[in-house]
């Protein structure tokens, strides 16, 4: 017979399952408490619905509504919980197109300068956003003053769609965090309607890229359908399950986005000593197209193709990108493969890529050796005829509008000023971007006989009150092309070399367009439209194409337009740059439906305002 106060086994039974009663009564008492936080966050949302592009959002009914302005295009409406000056929160939704892929978290740090690395930010958390599966996360910074502590809170809701149109709820305000904020704006999130959704491929279905290669995506992943017929590239989309899109920090690492584009690549000896040189130097001009990171990738042969792995220089920036450069000796073409990742993710790479290499086509073409023949002899031919003087007769200053098919349309303007002795060119453009402002401003000078050429551009954008310089300096000299890059005040890349057969300066060819020879060919340059700040480690390659008859015709002429499109090779962009039956350039549109036209200052003056960063 047990002793009393012994310890028995049926005690200490009896003992775990009353702790294990009360542990169920503790969960049960949070969960209880947390559904009646979050039910005491929930707002009533308008009924009304405000519209922009193809984006309806419900804002909270008893909020402030407050214009959005015309200084961010991305916005498509706001809220304030209080009156101007009394504090309180306040909620935005913007809806925003990139060119590049990029995780919802690294989408949030790169445009709102959050820092990955903050010791404040919690794990992410599962929302859904007009449907589509993205991330909250949410922050909390003080500092002691005269008053006391002064905190403020941000929550960013933030989904990446396969179109690479980008979605964030942003609520922001004083005070301490708490769920009720979190409520907010999961349920603003979740009532966000998208029209026009972005379509997908059939899972596991092939397809064959402009240049005749085929491939198949990954298990898992997806071609998202191209409907821009200025892209070249395509995108393949990580498929997510349902359940994993509720789990925000495990969606932000399993993030991979994988972008194909067929391209050229000169073949290089096995036994040339410099092989590895001039394999980086190709394949990181490429990738500098997407992203100046790439700068310093090393670059290694694995299993016959070249691969890059970007950077990571700090703790801010743990989202690995990779890149394989497959190429086909005999043609002279290749594969260029991106792998995008979240926060520390990267994991599937590998695997990925091993079932892409390995059922990679390339389809019979023609040689890219006469595209390189027919641009030799295009760059002799104007250099034998050179009397620059005359062929660039129309000096008058110019002014140009940047336009895209938005609702608020007006993107950007550009300037060019000549002078009046010699050929000698001021200029200058203006984007609006991701709710700041791009400035570029370029010189540029040419003699006549095109033997010295002389190109100093430099690319300013402004965030957070600093300004980001990146600066482009060209020389054509003695037939000998130097180039100097540098970020802020120092120098990154600098090189020197002959200039190849088919090198024309890129300011001039932008002005030739219309007078090059019909027909196919590929010219080397140092910079182009949409291309001016590159900073690549060669020359960049410029296919020019005739395009198909067009249809379309201009105001008040009786012929169609003439039509001829230009692709940095390996950018998976192309522009169509359109001509009047009598040369005059009519407009240039580039992907993303965007368009430049000829303008003039005062309706330039009228778009954007006297006063302000986008003032001319």
């Known amino acids: 017979m047990p002793k009393p106060g012994e310890y028995t086994p049926a005690r200490r039974n009896l ?55 015309d200084t961010d295009s991305r916005m498509i409406a706001q809220a304030a919980e209080s009156a101007p000056g009394e504090g309180g929160r306040t909620v935005r939704v913007l809806s925003d197109r990139i060119d590049q892929p990029l995780s919802p978290l690294r989408y949030i740090c790169q445009t709102f300068g959050v820092s990955a690395a903050r010791s404040d930010m919690d794990e992410p958390e599962g929302v859904a956003i007009g449907g589509y599966p993205g991330i909250m996360v949410t922050l909390e910074s003080g500092r002691f003053t005269r008053r006391g502590p002064d905190v403020r809170k941000d929550i960013y809701a ?79 989309w990580l498929l997510i399950p349902e359940k994993s899109a509720k789990q925000g920090g495990q969606l932000e690492k399993s993030f991979v986005s994988i972008e ?67 190429p086909d000796p005999a043609s002279g073409r290749a594969l260029l493969t991106v792998f995008t990742g979240g926060l520390a993710g990267g994991a599937s790479f590998d695997r990925c890529w091993k079932e892409m290499s390995a059922k990679v086509k390339f389809l019979p073409a023609s040689d890219s050796s006469q595209l390189e023949d027919a641009g030799a002899a295009e760059a002799a031919r104007l250099m034998r005829e050179a009397n620059f003087d005359k062929l660039l007769d129309d000096r008058d200053d110019q002014w140009f509008q940047w336009l895209d098919a938005s609702d608020r349309p007006h993107r950007g303007w550009s300037h060019l000023e000549w002078a009046h002795d010699g050929i000698k060119v001021k200029g200058e453009t203006r984007m609006r971007s991701a709710g700041e402002v791009v400035r570029e401003q370029r010189d540029w000078t040419l003699q006549a006989d095109g033997r010295q050429y002389f190109s100093d551009t430099r690319r300013v954008l402004k965030v ?110 192309v522009s169509r740059w359109y001509f009047r039956d009598n040369g005059e350039l009519e407009s240039v549109e580039l992907p993303g439906g965007v368009r430049r036209v000829e303008s003039d200052l005062g309706a330039i003056r009228m778009d954007f305002g006297m006063n302000g960063q986008m003032a001319p």
Request: with cysteine; proline share 8%; aromatic share 4%.
């Open 260 to 326: 194909v584009v067929g391209c050229l690549f000169p073949s290089i000896a096995q036994n040339d000593v410099k092989r590895a040189d001039r394999a980086r130097s190709a394949l990181v001009t490429m990738l500098l197209l997407r992203d100046q990171q790439w700068r310093d990738a090393k670059v290694v042969d694995e299993n016959g193709a070249w691969r890059a792995d970007m950077p990571q220089i700090s703790e801010e920036q743990q989202f690995p990108a990779r890149a394989y450069l497959m």
């Open 464 to 573: 957070d009150e600093e300004e980001q310089t990146l600066r482009q300096v060209c020389n054509l000299k003695a037939g000998q092309i130097s180039l100097n890059v540098q970020s802020q005040s120092n120098t990154i890349a600098q090189w020197k070399l002959p200039a190849p057969a088919q090198y024309l300066p890129g300011q001039l060819i932008v002005q030739l367009m219309g007078k090059l020879s019909p027909g196919p060919m590929l010219l080397k340059t140092e910079s182009f439209l949409d291309a001016e700040t590159v900073g690549p480690l060669e020359p960049l390659s410029v296919i020019i194409r005739p395009a198909p008859p067009s249809t379309r015709k201009a105001e008040g002429d009786d012929q169609p337009l003439r039509c001829v499109t230009a692709q940095v090779n390996g950018s998976g962009r």
């Open 15 to 69: 003992m775990q399952a009353i702790v294990w009663v009360i542990f169920g009564i503790i969960v049960a008492l949070a969960a209880i408490v947390t559904r009646a936080q979050r039910q005491a966050g929930q707002v009533e949302l308008a009924s009304q619905t405000v519209s922009s592009g193809n984006v309806s959002v419900r804002l909270p009914s008893r909020w402030r509504a407050r214009m959005r302005g």
């Open 158 to 236: 933030c989904a990446v769609l396969p179109s690479l149109q980008v979605l964030t709820v942003h609520l922001s305000g004083e005070g301490p965090m708490d769920m009720t904020d979190q409520a907010v704006v999961g349920q603003i999130a979740s009532a966000i309607a998208i029209t026009s959704p972005p379509q997908m491929e059939p899972q596991g279905a092939s397809l064959t890229l402009p240049e005749g290669i085929t491939i198949s995506p990954p298990a898992d992943f997806a071609a998202v359908t191209n409907a821009d017929p200025k892209r070249s590239d395509r995108r393949l």
